[in-house]
């Protein structure tokens, strides 16, 4: 009998590896006077460029490296299996193009299993043990909640109480809310900016999200490995300065991440008002890392994608995703401060801190069946630097101020922009594509 198991499995790495390798896309050649420029080929850009093709608009999508994708981006060769280096879930399925999307095009896109289990040093918790977190973390929750309906754009940490998380579970709980999910530590986002975003039910993509979006883009030129390094706005229309020569359009959708405008990558002639460079570095670039183990087989007994966390003593806290689409690959995940430390460590350094954190927990038996580990560097990638955006503390309403165009030339668009589904690759398209509904 054909093994049903083994023949989806290869179907699913077929499918990945033809769609990773339209990341690597033909090179187009630059054309000088097209009617608007799209900057970055993310999910924003490649969404704005194809909502303004498709009717008919005279675009030109450009890109600094030498792919196409942003931070969602799936690789094949690593460990042989599709691997999301960095967006990996589908998230708030209620409101996430991509779910359906990957559907009707043949994609395995399936809702996350929720299994959660925490452990205590080298045991699971136990029943009291577990409700005792669980009452914890929804305390946190209910807190952060209370001071965005109330409009109060306060730090997660002011409004849950730091005394209220001096207790066994706290900095576990501190890492759920804070740096596992928001790339940043509780003091360092703001509970109105929180309590904005969607959310709702995770999908995940057995080929990839970074597969997802690939097939998604296959079809829109765009000129690669072509770094824009200044926006000329003095005179009418826009100039692009770019490393390939200067681009002269009507106007020009930016969705370079926060990070990068902030750093001034981009020189922008006249200077954008300062408000409007404030929302850079208000709207900061968070840390969000990954560990990636892989072992030759389940050497932990648990079913797919299962989360698991340990009680942690501080912040360096890593949370897990096993056995994740049942490929044996674990999946570690640190943010915020201890983000940032680890990759000062350096990614050796990394994989052999996720390695003993899970030997502590399962023994040093499951060493004997590691294969390999990698470690991504989202704050130190020269395209990104960091990995999606929070809103500072009292710093929300540059939300809104980071989206405004500039003279109705200069427009914005990416996860940053968006309203409510922030930090998410369907906030990044749905920004892409009503940014460029405002041009059409």
Not at 17 to 37: C, G, R
Request: aromatic share 10%; glycine share 10%.
């Amino acid at each position: 009998m054909k093994n049903s198991n083994h023949s989806k499995s290869r179907r699913t790495f077929l499918k990945a590896s033809i769609a990773s390798t339209l990341l690597l896309k033909a090179n187009h050649a630059v054309a000088k006077q097209p009617d608007t420029v799209v900057i970055g080929a993310g999910a924003a850009g490649l969404a704005a460029t194809r909502t303004l093709q498709e009717k008919g608009s005279d675009v030109l999508l450009v890109e600094s490296s030498n792919r196409i994708g942003g931070r969602a981006i799936t690789d094949n060769a690593i460990f042989g299996i599709p691997y999301d280096l960095g967006a990996s879930w589908l998230h708030s399925a209620h409101l996430n193009p991509f779910i359906s999307y990957g559907q009707q095009n043949g994609f395995d896109v399936y809702p996350e299993p929720g299994d959660n289990t925490y452990f205590i040093q080298n045991r699971r918790a136990n029943d009291n043990e577990t409700t005792t977190a669980q009452r914890l973390y929804r305390s946190a929750y209910q807190a952060i909640g209370t001071a965005g309906r109330r409009r109060q754009d306060i730090s997660a940490l002011e409004a849950i109480g730091s005394n209220r998380l001096d207790v066994s579970w706290g900095p576990t709980v501190a890492a759920e809310l804070g740096a596992w999910e928001m790339g940043a530590d509780l003091d360092q986002f703001s509970s109105l900016d929180w309590w904005e975003m969607e959310d709702g039910q995770n999908y995940f993509c057995r080929e990839g999200f970074g597969s997802l979006l690939a097939y998604y883009g296959k079809n829109v030129p765009v000129s690669l490995n072509t770094t824009v390094t200044g926006i000329d706005w003095s005179g009418p229309g826009i100039t692009i300065r770019t490393q390939r020569g200067d681009i002269r359009a009507n106007q020009v959708i930016v969705t370079v991440s926060t990070g990068v405008l902030a750093s001034g990558a981009i020189h922008f002639t006249p200077a954008l008002p300062p408000i409007k460079e404030e929302s850079f570095d208000s709207i900061r670039m968070g840390t969000y890392n990954h560990i990636a183990l892989q072992f030759r087989q389940n050497v932990f007994g648990l079913g797919s994608d299962h989360y698991i966390a340990m009680q942690a003593k501080s912040h360096e806290a890593i949370g897990w995703i096993m056995n994740m689409r049942g490929t044996n690959l674990c999946f570690g995940y640190a943010g915020g401060r201890y983000g940032k430390d680890l990759e000062n460590a350096g990614p050796s350094s990394a994989v052999d801190i996720g390695l003993s954190e899970l030997e502590k927990i399962f023994g040093s038996k499951i060493r004997n069946e590691f294969i390999k580990g990698f470690f991504t560097t989202w704050g130190k990638n020269p395209y990104t630097m960091g990995s999606y955006a929070a809103a500072l503390p009292g710093k929300y309403e540059y939300r809104k101020i980071l989206r405004e165009p500039i003279a109705e030339r200069i427009y914005f668009a990416g996860e940053a922009c968006h309203p409510s589904l922030a930090a998410t690759v369907a906030g990044a398209f749905l920004s892409g594509v009503n940014t460029a509904r405002q041009l059409i």
